[in-house]
């Protein structure tokens, strides 16, 4: 189980959090032009919701971005 971000002309982070926004960990921030994953923790239960979000809050950016999921 991951979350993976992919980023173009701007930094990004990826993060993960459950049904009602209660995040699982800290967001982890990759730079431009480059590509990161976090793996998820199975023991947490419960529906997730992966989240990139631009590092950068005076420029728009574009992004692209997967989850793999899920435990059998």
Do not use: Q
């Not at 995040?23 to 919701?49: Q, V």
């Amino acid at each position: 189980m991951s979350a993976t971000i992919l980023t173009f002309e701007r930094a990004g982070c990826v993060n993960y959090h459950g049904w009602y926004g209660e995040y699982y960990r800290s967001w982890a921030c990759f730079g431009n032009y480059g590509a990161g994953t976090i793996n998820l923790n199975p023991n947490d239960e419960g529906s997730y919701i992966a989240i990139i979000r631009n590092n950068n809050l005076s420029y728009g950016g574009k992004f692209n971005g997967g989850f793999f999921c899920c435990k059998p």
